[in-house]
């Protein structure tokens, strides 16, 4: 339907061009890239926009906004006794634990998969598309799962390890079970690219390594790390946005406890502004702002010292 | 060769560690959705069930009205299979005209287009609502379906993909009096079926899988896709392993029957992307 309505106008589109002299302009080029345009312009760059100005309003999402200045990052920077204050600093910090927890653990582990895989074991195939598999599952689904293995009374974690932990709600075993929950659900793509990059490092340079008496370790760090920088760079900056963004984990898993210590900035935001209650668009799109700030610059910050490293 | 035989075991011990790990919530779940609930409350923890159901299938699908299951799965469907139709029309036509055609601006827009995906899109979520709202389509399949066609990343890997075809194909088509709809439709979308394959695949399980943009835009639990929705079977079955796992499972099963059947582009995709950015 829409291919066929497209054709039609770009035969029209195309006859006037014939009729017409060069220095008129060439509509076509836009039937093409215009829906997606149209698009990008509706439901991206208006609402990226519109989202910073609201963030200077006291908007409720319903009436008109009403621009406040910097009222509403005074009141969540600076105001010690709102409440709002409170889930900043709760909200930011625990983001920024969980993204120091599981983003090392997210680039370590499956560059041990991918290490192990390039042996080339009998059964590779398999394993590769086993560790893959879960990166296609929902949160919502994987959540479910790990909330009845780690259950306290009725998981068979605890039964077959024959303890009592209370893995959900109880610190330092609420993180422990979010990072590994994380690692198991979302490893598989960089587990992938560390292995087609393992794979291109030229078999010369270990053996001439080997001749010069460099031991296996001193092997991984001198040849293997520098030669796959490229792929470590970006899985670092993509993993790390990636969990920034945490959202499920904590709110199926933890129900961000035990009381806030899992509780993550986009669980506030997510509460303000579309939450029971008369909603506080504005300081969630100043919460909103205040993350998206955080991730750019620790994005640039990573960008910088993995490139500058030469 | 000594040395190699036993890194080759010590990386076997670790795979076969790994492998352990990965594999048991998968194998519990699948077991345990065949337990009756009776069965768990008893004998919690054999390994297999001592009566095999298939009992908790049918009550998650069908038997609970506050948690339709079954409706839900079909909202899903709907929603991933039209948005990966729309998406595939919208890139390949915007990568066409990015790689092939000529016109005034269009280095500066693509360039554009590229930067903003620096843009955090947390940013954008609370006016997106709005947004939807004021065009009347909260709890409308539309919402879930149409934003996400807005993106820029799979216009990129098209576009890239399309610069690898050479441009004296168009030329001798254009020689032969085709017009430009048809050498993007007859030449080149055939040429490109692969990175196309790759988009849909994509596109169906991120579709699928989005849990809090469709939680947001959906509050009538009839309208609701799958994922959103397993939220409400997570509070209605918390003490109930049976099904809520059966839950969890009826949810992963089309991707995993895609992941399946379509692997090696799944493969082969990350080492596309990750090499042009690399």
New interface residues.
């Given amino acids: 339907m829409?291919?066929a309505g497209?054709?039609k106008e770009?035969?029209m589109s195309?006859g006037i061009e014939k009729h017409s002299g060069k220095n008129r302009?060439?509509f076509?080029?836009?039937?093409?890239?215009g829906?997606?345009?149209i698009?990008?312009a509706?439901?991206?760059?208006?609402?990226?926009l519109?989202?910073?100005y609201?963030s200077f309003t006291n908007w409720d999402?319903i009436g008109d906004p009403e621009f406040v200045g910097f009222a509403n990052y005074k009141e969540i920077l600076f105001n010690q006794d709102s409440t709002f204050y409170d889930q900043l600093r709760t909200g930011l910090g625990n983001t920024f634990k969980f993204v120091l927890f599981t983003v090392p653990a997210c680039i370590i582990v499956p560059l041990?998969?991918a290490?192990?895989?390039n042996?080339k074991?009998k059964g590779m195939k398999f394993?590769?598309?086993?560790?893959?598999?879960?990166t296609?599952?929902?949160?919502?689904?994987?959540?479910?799962?790990?909330?009845?293995?780690y259950?306290v009374s009725?998981g068979?974690l605890n039964?077959?390890l024959n303890v009592e932990t209370n893995w959900l709600a109880t610190q330092p075993y609420a993180w422990i079970t979010l990072v590994t929950v994380t690692v198991?659900w979302t490893i598989g793509?960089n587990m992938?690219?560390y292995q087609?990059a393992l794979n291109g490092i030229s078999k010369d340079l270990y053996e001439a390594a080997s001749m010069d008496g460099a031991n296996?370790i001193q092997r991984f760090f001198r040849i293997t790390l520098p030669s796959i920088r490229?792929?470590i760079?970006?899985?670092v900056v993509i993993t790390t946005?990636a969990q920034?963004?945490v959202?499920?984990q904590p709110?199926?898993l933890t129900k961000g406890g035990p009381t806030s210590s899992t509780t993550v900035l986009?669980m506030y935001?997510?509460e303000n502004?579309?939450g029971s209650g008369i909603s506080i668009?504005g300081i969630?799109?100043a919460l909103?702002?205040i993350?998206?700030l955080c991730?750019?610059v620790v994005?640039a910050i990573q960008f910088f010292f993995l490139r500058q490293r030469d | 060769m000594e040395k190699k035989r036993i890194?080759?075991i010590v990386?076997?011990i670790?795979?076969l560690l790994?492998?352990f790990?990965?594999?048991v919530?998968?194998l519990?779940?699948m077991i345990?959705s065949f337990k009756s609930e009776a069965d768990?409350q008893t004998n919690?923890?054999t390994i297999l069930p001592i009566n095999w159901v298939i009992g908790n299938y049918q009550d998650v699908l069908f038997g609970n009205t506050s948690a339709p299951v079954a409706k839900w799965f079909m909202n899903s469907l709907i929603i991933s299979v039209s948005q990966t139709v729309l998406v595939l029309?919208?890139?390949s036509?915007?990568g066409?005209?990015?790689s092939r055609?000529?016109?005034?601006g269009?280095d500066a827009?693509f360039v554009f287009?590229m930067a903003?995906m620096?843009?955090?899109?947390?940013?954008?979520?609370?006016?997106?609502?709005?947004?939807i709202?004021t065009l009347g389509w909260v709890n409308n399949y539309l919402a879930a379906i149409?934003?996400g066609?807005?993106?820029?990343f799979n216009?990129f890997l098209i576009r890239q993909f399309m610069q690898g075809i050479p441009k004296e194909f168009d030329e001798s088509a254009r020689v032969d009096g085709a017009?430009?709809?048809q050498i993007?439709?007859k030449l080149i979308l055939p040429l490109i079926r692969p990175v196309l394959t790759v988009v849909a695949l994509f596109t169906f399980?991120a579709s699928?899988?989005d849990?809090?943009w469709p939680s947001?835009v959906f509050n009538d639990v009839e309208k609701m896709p799958?994922?959103?929705?397993?939220?409400l079977?997570?509070g209605m079955y918390a003490l109930d392993?049976a099904h809520?796992?059966t839950?969890?499972?009826v949810?992963?099963v089309p991707?995993?029957i895609?992941?399946l059947f379509t692997?090696k582009y799944?493969?082969e995709s990350?080492?596309l992307s990750?090499?042009v950015?690399?």
């Fill in positions: 829409i291919n497209v054709n770009l035969k195309s302009i060439n076509s080029p836009y039937l093409y890239i829906p997606h345009l698009l990008f509706i439901f991206f760059l208006f609402p990226t519109y989202g910073i609201i999402l041990l998969l290490a192990g895989l042996t074991p394993f590769q598309a086993l560790f893959y598999m879960p296609l599952f929902s949160v919502s689904a994987v959540m479910i799962i790990f909330s009845m293995l259950s009725f068979p039964h077959y198991w793509a992938i690219i087609a296996s490229a792929q760079l970006y899985t946005i920034f963004n959202y499920g709110l199926m986009l935001i997510q502004a579309f668009a969630g799109a909103a702002v993350l998206g991730i750019m994005s | 890194s080759k990386a076997v670790f795979l790994m492998v790990i990965w594999i919530p998968v519990y779940t345990s768990i919690a923890f029309v919208i890139v036509l915007a066409y005209g990015y055609m000529k016109f005034k269009r827009i287009l903003t620096m843009f955090p899109a947390v940013v954008n979520l609370i006016p997106l609502y709005k947004i709202d149409v934003p066609a807005a993106g820029v216009i017009s430009d709809f993007f439709f399980t699928w899988n849990f809090l947001i799958i994922t959103p929705g397993l939220q079977l997570q392993v809520a796992l839950g969890a499972l949810a992963i991707t995993f895609l992941y692997q799944f493969m990350l080492s990750s090499g950015k690399g």
